[in-house]
């Protein structure tokens, strides 16, 4: 068991390009896929089979341009990721008040 991850670029600089591109992230989303970012969708694959018949459904719905992967990782691999939002990263980055940084300060 494990999770298909399915990362993309595709052209947004014509107004068809950008249709299409809607178009394919629309078709993943009905397909079952889950938004991890805007480019980045990731599918639960309880068996090979399934892998494989997520990607045959992936090259019939993808457009003819840009750049598609496909990545397959294990349900360990899934559970042992680390997800870093933007509101934690500026929270570590601020010093609390109440932070005792008074004698590394006074070395500088």
């Known amino acids: 068991m494990g999770w298909l991850i399915v990362l993309f670029d595709l052209p947004t600089d014509t107004k068809e390009e950008r249709r299409e591109a ?5 078709a993943l989303l009905d397909s079952g896929f889950l938004m991890l970012q ?3 969708y990731a599918k639960n694959a309880i068996s090979t089979e399934k892998k494989d018949s ?5 090259k019939i719905i993808s457009p003819t341009t840009g750049n598609i992967q496909c ?6 691999q ?6 870093i939002s933007a509101a934690e990263a500026k929270k570590r980055r601020q010093i609390n008040k109440d932070d005792n940084l008074g004698e590394q300060l006074q070395f500088w």
Request: glycine share 0%; net charge positive; proline share 0%.
């Open 54 to 58: 997520a990607i045959h459904n992936l």
């Open 78 to 83: 899934w559970k042992a990721s680390i997800t």
């Open 38 to 40: 805007y480019s980045v």
């Open 22 to 26: 809607a178009r394919f992230r629309h």
């Open 71 to 76: 990545f397959f990782i294990t349900d360990a």
